[in-house]
């Protein structure tokens, strides 16, 4: 796709995430990378049902801006992934409900904080590390996820929810709304007894 395609695919995945109830009033951010190895980021502030390809922040690995209107501040910590994982193509951070929910519990493995019970979560996204809280926009939360970056797919920021990557927008936002849906399944099932898949069960599904 060209810049204007990816631009436009923003636009109808942020009105998608919204419309789905994942993204609420003016929470979450997307980007991509372009070609020219700069960035396509949602402006802050923004509703991501309301975005305007035009208005989009376009903006330098550097954080440095070309066009459009200001970028969300949380761009810096997408900018920290892009930097440290080469197969980052883009990245989707929401307050969905309940990977945010998850991401207030206390006694989380803060290695892999969703056990895997279904397949997919396995195939699509790997483990999920927790990165300590920090107020939004802090950089200490790019610091952290640089150094995390190249083992994972995605993330979950305590007290405020998940980061999710792929290798295209799409692919990520696939990733993100398979995590949101193993976490919906981890409060279903609540405290009931469940079977987790093996080891054994785990690296059939890794290889």
Not at 6 to 26: D, H, I, K
Not at 71 to 97: D, G, M, W
Not at 112 to 119: D, E
Request: with cysteine; charged share 25%.
């Amino acid at each position: 796709m060209n810049e204007q395609q990816m631009r436009e695919a923003m636009v109808r995945l942020g009105r998608s995430f919204f419309q789905r109830g994942y993204a609420t009033g003016s929470a979450g951010n997307l980007s991509l990378l372009l070609d020219d190895n700069t960035l396509l980021a949602t402006p802050t502030g923004s509703c991501l049902g309301e975005l305007q390809a035009e208005s989009l922040s376009k903006v330098t690995m550097d954080g440095e801006l070309i066009s459009g209107d200001k970028p969300s501040k949380e761009v810096s910590f997408h900018r920290a992934l892009y930097l440290n994982n080469p197969r980052c193509k883009a990245v989707v951070h929401l307050h969905c409900l309940y990977l945010t929910a998850l991401s207030c519990l206390e006694n989380l493995d803060r290695d892999n904080c969703i056990r895997p019970f279904t397949p997919y979560v396995v195939m699509k996204i790997g483990e999920v590390p927790v990165v300590p809280y920090f107020r939004p926009g802090d950089g200490r939360l790019g610091e952290h996820l640089a150094r995390l970056a190249p083992d994972y797919r995605a993330f979950l920021l305590a007290n405020h929810g998940p980061v999710v990557t792929g290798n295209s927008l799409q692919e990520a936002a696939d990733n993100l709304e398979e995590l949101e849906e193993t976490a919906r399944l981890m409060f279903i099932l609540g405290d009931r007894p469940v079977r987790y898949l093996t080891p054994e069960e785990i690296a059939e599904l890794r290889n």
